[in-house]
């Protein structure tokens, strides 16, 4: 099989440049390893930044999430028992955050690829990409039992942490940059209504928790545990305990129980993860196939989105007039962003988790960091500027752009 883009995963980094590709009148195959069920219904991310809502509705496939989407002009920083609100609207000249689950955005942008005749191959395993400086790589994939061949002009590695894509470049071509945590995120789903209409984190000497949602009837949580934890040692009754213990304010605030759904009930290591250059020859990596940022920024779809706009627009000049500068200084582009990605997420999750080695030192260092971040206005809007997302014209390639409201 032949094609101008063979895309590896049909997760939002490829289901999404796929999409875009079309918009550009550019043919695309996106071969995904998992079944259509089974992407449709993982339970990842949560929370869109305002670029990528913007991107998703510009390009019509917004529909639903402007209907189900659940648009937040705030969060919570909760510490000493006190909740502290940050106004992300106020802070940030008018821009949100929407709350809408990444399994919702995989299940419109299939349905889209679809209806609109686009090739996405469920149950096709990648188990090679080749040739890779040449001008026709071949992606070669299993299904039903028998091996094929997908040759392009080009391959985007949208494969995630654990697919072929990143490995298929040569030794000695990629730096790797890592970072391991000393915890985990043990995440689920509870069939009740959200206890707040908005997120809160919490910094408690027993560990971080996070409340968030998926609907107006379904509450998604987080606690910070070991890594080394199997979701078995975690019963109903203990999961709650320590949500009902990390979250509690003076005020009496109180969290609704519900039964805990199986999916989306799991164990997340946490790291930080980056290589660079992301594009070998024609290859490309876009989303985690290329970094892994810790969610507590809620950055990683956001960043797999901002990736495939990039390449998405780099390939249309490619194929409008043969030019390959933003081909070439994709990774470059990319980088700039994930770089700040990296570091406000690594920040937040400094901030809010408890880290065994840390003295008491480091905890009070935590609490006037929280106390500091919740009474500047200076703090809070650096704060707010990163979690509802950073400009998109931040990635025009020109190094220069300032980040939003610098001078030059
Ligand atoms: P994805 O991993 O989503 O998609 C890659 C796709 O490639 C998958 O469908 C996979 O099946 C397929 N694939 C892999 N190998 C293949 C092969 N050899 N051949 C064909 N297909 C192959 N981010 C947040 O912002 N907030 C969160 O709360 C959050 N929670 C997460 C929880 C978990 C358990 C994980 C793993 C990630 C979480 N993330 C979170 C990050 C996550 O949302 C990613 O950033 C996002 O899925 C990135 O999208 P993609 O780059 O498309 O990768
Ligand atoms: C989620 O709702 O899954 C979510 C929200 C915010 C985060 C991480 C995950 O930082």
């Given at each position: 099989?032949?094609?101008?883009?063979?895309?590896?995963?049909?997760?939002?980094?490829?289901?999404?440049?796929?999409?875009?590709?079309?918009?550009?009148?550019?043919?695309?195959?996106?071969?995904?390893?998992?079944?259509?069920?089974?992407?449709?219904?993982?339970?990842?991310?949560?929370?869109?930044?305002?670029?990528?809502?913007?991107?998703?509705?510009?390009?019509?496939?917004?529909?639903?999430?402007?209907?189900?989407?659940?648009?937040?002009?705030?969060?919570?920083?909760?510490?000493?028992?006190?909740?502290?609100?940050?106004?992300?609207?106020?802070?940030?000249?008018?821009?949100?955050?929407?709350?809408?689950?990444?399994?919702?955005?995989?299940?419109?942008?299939?349905?889209?690829r679809l209806e609109a005749g686009g090739e996405v191959?469920?149950?096709?395993?990648?188990?090679?990409?080749?040739?890779?400086?040449?001008?026709?790589?071949?992606?070669?994939?299993?299904?039903?039992?028998?091996?094929?061949?997908?040759?392009?002009?080009?391959?985007?590695?949208?494969?995630?942490?654990?697919?072929?894509?990143?490995?298929?470049?040569?030794?000695?071509?990629?730096?790797?940059?890592?970072?391991?945590?000393?915890?985990?995120?043990?995440?689920?789903?509870?069939?009740?209504?959200?206890?707040?209409?908005?997120?809160?984190?919490?910094?408690?000497?027993?560990?971080?928790?996070?409340?968030?949602?998926?609907?107006?009837?379904?509450?998604?949580?987080?606690?910070?545990?070991?890594?080394?934890?199997?979701?078995?040692?975690?019963?109903?009754?203990?999961?709650?305990?320590?949500?009902?213990?990390?979250?509690?304010?003076?005020?009496?605030?109180?969290?609704?129980?519900?039964?805990?759904?199986?999916?989306?009930?799991?164990?997340?290591?946490?790291?930080?993860?980056?290589?660079?250059?992301?594009?070998?020859?024609r290859l490309f990596l876009a989303g985690d196939a290329?970094?892994?940022?810790?969610?507590?920024?809620?950055?990683?779809?956001?960043?797999?989105?901002?990736?495939?706009?990039?390449?998405?627009?780099?390939?249309?000049?490619?194929?409008?007039?043969?030019?390959?500068?933003?081909?070439?200084?994709?990774?470059?582009?990319?980088?700039?962003?994930?770089?700040?990605?990296?570091?406000?997420?690594?920040?937040?999750?400094?901030?809010?988790?408890?880290?065994?080695?840390?003295?008491?030192?480091?905890?009070?260092?935590?609490?006037?960091?929280?106390?500091?971040?919740?009474?500047?206005?200076?703090?809070?809007?650096?704060?707010?500027?990163?979690?509802?997302?950073?400009?998109?014209?931040?990635?025009?390639?020109?190094?220069?752009?300032?980040?939003?409201?610098?001078?030059?």
């Amino acid at each position: 099989m032949r094609t101008q883009v063979g895309i590896v995963g049909a997760g939002p980094a490829g289901l999404l440049l796929s999409h875009l590709l079309y918009l550009e009148g550019i043919e695309s195959v996106v071969l995904e390893s998992r079944s259509r069920d089974y992407v449709e219904a993982r339970i990842r991310a949560g929370v869109l930044e305002q670029g990528t809502v913007d991107l998703l509705t510009e390009t019509g496939v917004g529909d639903r999430m402007k209907k189900e989407g659940m648009v937040h002009h705030g969060i919570e920083l909760r510490f000493g028992g006190q909740g502290h609100r940050i106004d992300l609207h106020e802070l940030t000249e008018g821009r949100a955050i929407t709350v809408y689950g990444q399994h919702e955005v995989v299940k419109d942008l299939i349905a889209a690829r679809l209806e609109a005749g686009g090739e996405v191959i469920f149950e096709a395993e990648a188990v090679d990409v080749e040739s890779l400086d040449s001008q026709n790589p071949t992606v070669r994939y299993r299904k039903d039992g028998e091996d094929h061949e997908l040759r392009c002009d080009f391959v985007a590695g949208c494969d995630g942490f654990y697919g072929v894509s990143r490995d298929s470049i040569p030794e000695g071509v990629l730096t790797v940059y890592e970072r391991r945590y000393p915890f985990a995120w043990l995440g689920i789903l509870a069939e009740t209504p959200p206890s707040s209409e908005e997120l809160i984190y919490t910094y408690h000497e027993r560990g971080f928790a996070l409340h968030s949602m998926r609907s107006p009837e379904l509450t998604r949580l987080y606690i910070q545990c070991d890594p080394d934890d199997d979701i078995e040692d975690w019963s109903d009754e203990r999961i709650w305990e320590e949500l009902h213990a990390r979250l509690a304010t003076d005020e009496g605030w109180a969290l609704a129980e519900g039964p805990i759904r199986e999916e989306g009930r799991g164990i997340t290591p946490m790291r930080s993860y980056a290589v660079e250059p992301m594009q070998y020859g024609r290859l490309f990596l876009a989303g985690d196939a290329a970094h892994i940022v810790t969610p507590t920024g809620a950055k990683g779809m956001n960043l797999a989105v901002a990736d495939v706009r990039v390449l998405a627009r780099a390939l249309a000049g490619f194929y409008a007039s043969g030019q390959t500068e933003l081909l070439d200084r994709y990774s470059e582009t990319c980088m700039r962003r994930v770089w700040l990605a990296q570091r406000f997420s690594w920040w937040m999750t400094a901030m809010l988790h408890r880290f065994d080695s840390s003295d008491e030192f480091q905890h009070r260092l935590q609490l006037t960091e929280l106390d500091y971040v919740t009474s500047s206005r200076s703090a809070a809007k650096t704060l707010a500027e990163n979690y509802v997302g950073l400009p998109m014209d931040l990635d025009l390639g020109t190094a220069s752009t300032p980040v939003q409201g610098t001078s030059a």
